[in-house]
């Protein structure tokens, strides 16, 4: 199933509504402009296997560039719009994206990347002529709205922290399936999450991200309508749910905490009643959250723990949770591991490192082979982790209580410390730096970083200031630290390695669990 097949079926449906303004795009539109860019990017000698990036804000061309390289055989990076241009340019080029698509809402950026990505041929620009780029209405105007002659499946290669900092992509093998073969993964997340040919899905959440992706392009697939807000805000999220009568929706507990501290005469006012589940993912959600929540939608809530690299994922029901409170699941997709330090299984209850068993690894690293030797089990390549700590109780239900990567999770992003330390430590007054999340009751964390001054420097709110100012002008907001602290030594081991764990404890101490 794809947009090709609803287009002859039902090619009036709105496919993907503009939140804000109602603006729409059918599935005949989709369909025929997926499949001029298909045109386009053969015509341009793209095979299967080649790349395409797209660096875009949340709006309605965003999903038909997915299709059409999904229908070409091709993989599909999509860049974080908030990065800056210099961020972006590594991915793009890292990708080795033969194509990129971006906006007009993004020309500063798009224009300071042009020279990182010299491996790029074709570069198209939404809404504007820009030098450096083609307009990408002009381009796709030329091309036949006919699908290509094959059309086999491509993949998405989404990507996450490198060991040097730098983002990886997460690559997985082409199926050698064509997009009109059966593809069981739809079955499964049709039968696990309920989602249908009459789905109206509001998608709140930033497409660049992982899961707002999968699940709007699900929902296409099976014939839907995906509602996408431009921007997550809380009251005009529920005046969708309420004007487009929205049957699922996907967010993160941050968002959760945004409705709920909204006035209760504003949260009343919107009817949610349409919603079937409320999906939630990408952090821990604290408990006093998740119950408020059940206590006003009802128990639609549903969780699951897994991530882009798609190793294994974890599922339950509200009814599940709230007889297993702190759970993100049990297994539906993998087998469960709970390993030590060396390797060793660990008996039910106490706690390790999250291991996922499959009958062989999912996936790989970009260009980076010891951080994909370093996800697997040492004994059994076919179990994976993703850096998280937990522990599995007598039923099955993992709970999780520390992340062993120092990854930190704001808001459902994810933020890498080890590239805002590269940053951060080529500041002329910084002798040595550490990045760790700390705790934050809206975000579950934010960044914090603590600086060891160069010798001759003093530590002040001045260079406080300078540091924070060095920080926005080299990474995108979301990576800044909130704050910086100042130690006269950060404490390393005598060989060179950083004991990230004395800092954070100060700052988790009176916290049970490292995930708030």
Known sequence: MHPGVHARETPDKPALILASSGETLSY??????????????????????????????????????YWAAIRSGLYLTTVNRYLTGEEAAYIIDDCEARVLVTSAALAEPALALISGIPRCETRLMVDAEVPGYERYEAALASHSAAPLAKRPRGA???YSSGTTGRPKGIKRPLSGAMIDDPDP???????????????????????????????????QAL??????????????????????????????????????????????????????????????????????????????????????????????????????????????????HIC????????????????????????AYHNDPQKTKDAQHPSHPNWSALGDVGYLDD?????LT???????????????????????????????????????????????????PLDGFESSPALEQEILDFAREH??????????DFLAELPRLPTGKLYKRLLRDRYWGKHDSRIV
């Open 475 to 484: 990474l995108a907001h979301y990576k800044c630290p909130r704050s910086v």
């Open 156 to 158: 998405s290669m989404l």
């Open 395 to 399: 039923d099955g239900f993992l709970y």
């Open 402 to 452: 520390d992340r062993k990567s120092y990854m930190i999770i704001s808001g459902g992003v994810n933020i890498y410390p080890a590239e805002i330390e590269n940053i951060l430590v080529t500041h002329p007054k910084v002798g040595d730096v550490a990045v760790f999340g700390v705790p934050n009751e809206e975000f579950g964390e934010e960044v914090k970083a603590v600086v060891q």
């Open 340 to 363: 030590d330090e060396v390797g060793d299984e660990l008996p039910t209850g106490e706690t390790g490192l999250v291991y996922f068993e499959l009958e062989k690894m999912p996936f």
């Open 223 to 336: 014939g839907g309508t995906v509602v996408m807000m431009e921007k997550f805000d809380a009251l005009a999220t529920l005046r969708a749910l309420e004007r487009y009568r929205c049957t699922e929706a996907q967010f993160v507990p941050t968002m959760f905490s945004r409705m709920l501290k909204l006035p209760e005469a504003e949260r009343t006012r919107y009817d949610a009643s349409s919603l079937r589940s409320a999906i939630h993912a990408a952090a821990p959600c604290p408990e006093r959250v998740k119950q408020q929540m059940i206590d006003w939608w009802g128990p639609i809530l549903v969780e699951y723990y897994g991530g882009t690299e798609f190793n294994g994922l974890t599922f339950l029901t509200s009814e599940e949770w709230l007889a297993h409170r702190g759970s993100v699941g049990r297994a539906v997709y993998g087998k469960l």
């Open 28 to 65: 005949r539109e989709l369909d025929e402009r997926a499949n001029r860019l298909a045109q386009l990017m053969w015509k341009r000698g793209l095979r299967p296997g080649d790349h395409v990036a797209v660096f875009m804000e949340n709006q309605l061309r965003y999903l038909e560039v």
């Open 185 to 219: 993964a739809l079955g499964f997340f049709q039968a696990l999450f309920g989602v249908a040919q009459d789905t109206v899905y509001l998608s709140p959440a930033p497409m660049y991200h992982s899961a707002p992706l999968a699940f709007s392009t699900l929902v």
